[in-house]
Structures are given as structure tokens and as C-alpha cells.
């Protein structure tokens, strides 16, 4: 394990509107506001079509192959996600997503991009006083975080 300690800077409450494309309207607003670092918790609708990364087709392959998901249907979605300075120091949102329509439900990062039904609520508490950010990890391909 690695860690790093920080402090909550400001607390935005925003709300999306029907259509907004998600993760590109939060990792905006983090860019506009100058948010570097944050945790995300997001609740609302998802429109249908949008698509999700649930699980690599082998967990033993090189490189990882990903498994994207389309969404039938108008999807509720409870959502968390942490932001941080990609390599190039642009705030990037990795978030994981629980989405639900009638009795399924499906579970996974809304990397690809989903958009908001409607209206979604979500809060972002900026963290300042640290240092983290993603690079790109060689072994698996993913930017991964950095304490």
C-alpha cells in the first residue's frame, strides 16, 4: 500500500442536465476551477446507450482487453470517482458506477462515457495539500494512481 495525506479544499454541488456527457462535464468544470484533486459521488439517471467497462475479457492476458458494455435503456445510477492530474496535469475522473434498470443491475467505470437522463446531482470535494497524480503503469496499461 501507498498513501498520501491531504485536506478538503472547497465543496461544489452541481447539478447535470438532460444530455450532459459524463466523464467530460466534471473533468471540465475540475479544468474551469482549477480542481486538481477530488472524490466524486454522483446519483441520477443514465440515458440509454451509453456504454461501461465491467472486468478485462481475461485476467491473465497482456495486454488487458477491456469488456465494454452498451446500456439499453434509461439506467438510476449511484456513482463514486476520484480525480487527479493525468501526464500531461489535466484533472482525469476514474469513476465506478452501479447502474440499475427494473430487477438488473450492472456494475463498472464509465470511462467510455455515458450521458446524464434528465438530471443527475453530484457533489465534489476538491482535496488540496497533495501531491498525487496518474502515470501510465507499463505492466498494465492504465494510468494509474500515485500517492
Not at 25 to 47: P, Q, T, Y
Amino acid at each position: 500500500m501507498k498513501y498520501s495525506e491531504g485536506k478538503i479544499g472547497r465543496i461544489f454541488v452541481i447539478r447535470l442536465e438532460d444530455g450532459d456527457k459524463l466523464p467530460d462535464v466534471i473533468e471540465l468544470l475540475a479544468r474551469e476551477k482549477n480542481i486538481s484533486r477530488g472524490l466524486c459521488i454522483l446519483v441520477g439517471g443514465i440515458k440509454d446507450g451509453g456504454n461501461i467497462v465491467a472486468g478485462p475479457k481475461d485476467s491473465e492476458s497482456t495486454p488487458i482487453v477491456p469488456m465494454v458494455f452498451k446500456l439499453k435503456g434509461v439506467h438510476e445510477i449511484v456513482a463514486a470517482g476520484a480525480i487527479f492530474p493525468d501526464s500531461n496535469g489535466q484533472p482525469r475522473l476514474h469513476m465506478h458506477a452501479a447502474l440499475g434498470r427494473e430487477e438488473k443491475t450492472r456494475t463498472g467505470c464509465i470511462r467510455p462515457g455515458i450521458e446524464v437522463w434528465k438530471l443527475g446531482e453530484v457533489i465534489l470535494l476538491e482535496i488540496i495539500d497533495n501531491n498525487a497524480y496518474r502515470a501510465e503503469d507499463s505492466d498494465t496499461g492504465f494510468e494509474s494512481l500515485r500517492p
